[in-house]
């Protein structure tokens, strides 16, 4: 329904990198949810008051939340789409990830109160009521939210949208719930055993624990996470594929919303090149990743010495000595100072984070390494944290 009511409504459905199109799913899909949840927090009530039963109605109030949650989706996307201004030059894209937060913390108070509710019912149990009724609005409850699961799921992947996968896992977690009650009833209706409570117990636990894996979700690119492996590699891959350009160090990526990037980093070119051309270059390199990949990218030429022998043999044999350290260890801004007595090797090491050796001990470390090798060198070096995901 949600993917023809798309291509009804959305014109240029596919084209999901245009902010237009984004917008334009998560008002549809927020619109779709706030109906369904509404249609299903009656018929559970109604359900609940027929059995008089507390998970029924508690899994009632759970959708009534839910069509909360997919009103908060919709003016999270609202507010993301907004244009950026003088107190916010980055735009407002990260409204999104707010929004999706704020629905993980609807999941786990809504959590909360249905456990506070079952561990009543458990102390103080009570007969539940068998209704064919109630059977059947609770089948139809599973259905319809596994397909509010599939379309959130689909769509949020689709549009790499954060605040849609929490909503997907939300209807997920209430079609396992209602499973539960379902199981309750029918229990209750062929034994003596009264096991509302315990079910609604149950049931509050896994909306406690899929609150949790939302919230981690949302929490992440707001504290700022690290970038996709996938989309450091197309940077890099889109940098190097620029003859001057050697090697590629300090990549950054800030995360300013779904499709909202900025990119930083050191590009090393030859110090012998021609500064005007290899300027040009970097802006062009500019320029391509901000039309292929959508971010607006700030690039920082290195100057490195190419056309020396021995400081390319020196560099080289550094790069391979320190892995015996560890193998993701690099280096970066390679330079030699010839003195009378010795030569300093310059250069930045580059670590992974919680990396086993402090800094002070794998500077020693290296500094060690390198007065081993032939040619009375003393290693001066920078201590770098990696930003982006090393293999």
Not at 320 to 334: M, N, Q, S, Y
Request: proline content about 5%.
């Amino acid at each position: 329904m949600v993917t023809l009511l798309a291509r009804w409504c959305i014109k240029q459905y596919r084209d999901t990198d245009n902010p237009a199109v984004r917008l334009a799913y998560g008002v549809l899909c927020g619109a779709v949810g706030i109906g369904l949840n509404l249609l299903l927090f009656v018929g559970k009530f109604i359900a609940g008051s027929i059995a008089g039963s507390i998970a029924i109605t508690a899994d009632a109030f759970n959708n009534l939340s839910d069509a909360g949650s997919s009103l908060i989706t919709l003016i999270g996307f609202r507010l993301a789409s907004q244009k950026p201004d003088p107190e916010h030059p980055f735009g407002h894209g990260r409204f999104e990830y707010i929004s999706g937060l704020i629905v993980s913390l609807a999941i786990l108070l809504m959590g909360l109160e249905l456990l506070r509710s079952s561990v009543d019912k458990i102390l103080h149990p009570e007969p539940v009521e068998f209704s064919l009724l109630a059977v059947g609005i609770l089948v139809a409850s599973i259905l319809v939210k596994v397909y509010m699961a599939a379309y959130n799921r689909g769509i949020g992947k689709r549009i790499d949208s954060a605040a849609m996968r929490a909503t997907a896992m939300d209807s997920l977690s209430d079609c396992v719930a209602t499973a539960v009650v379902l199981l309750s009833m029918l229990v209750s209706r062929w034994t003596q055993l009264m096991i509302d409570g315990w079910c609604g117990l149950a049931v509050a636990v896994f909306i406690l624990i899929a609150g949790v894996r939302a919230a981690k979700e949302t929490i992440g690119p707001l504290l700022g996470q690290p970038p996709e492996p996938a989309l450091v590699a197309r940077i890099e891959r889109l940098v190097l594929a620029q003859p001057p350009v050697i090697g590629v160090h300090d990549l950054i990526v800030h995360d300013y919303g779904p499709g909202r990037c900025m990119v930083s980093l050191h590009a090393e070119v030859p110090a012998s090149g021609n500064i005007i051309e290899m300027h040009d270059m970097i802006d062009n390199i500019e320029r391509e990743l901000r039309e292929t990949l959508g971010c607006n990218a700030i690039i920082h030429m290195d100057p490195i010495e190419t056309d020396d022998a021995l400081t390319n043999e020196t560099r080289r044999k550094i790069s391979e000595l320190i892995k015996v350290i560890d193998e993701r260890i690099t280096i970066h801004d390679f330079r030699m100072v010839t003195g009378p007595t010795h030569t300093n090797v310059i250069f930045d090491v580059v670590v992974p984070y919680r990396f086993r050796l402090s800094d002070e001990e794998l500077r020693r470390d290296v500094q060690r390494l390198v007065r081993s090798l032939d040619g009375n060198y003393y290693a001066v070096i920078e201590i770098d944290q990696a930003y982006t995901p090393q293999s």
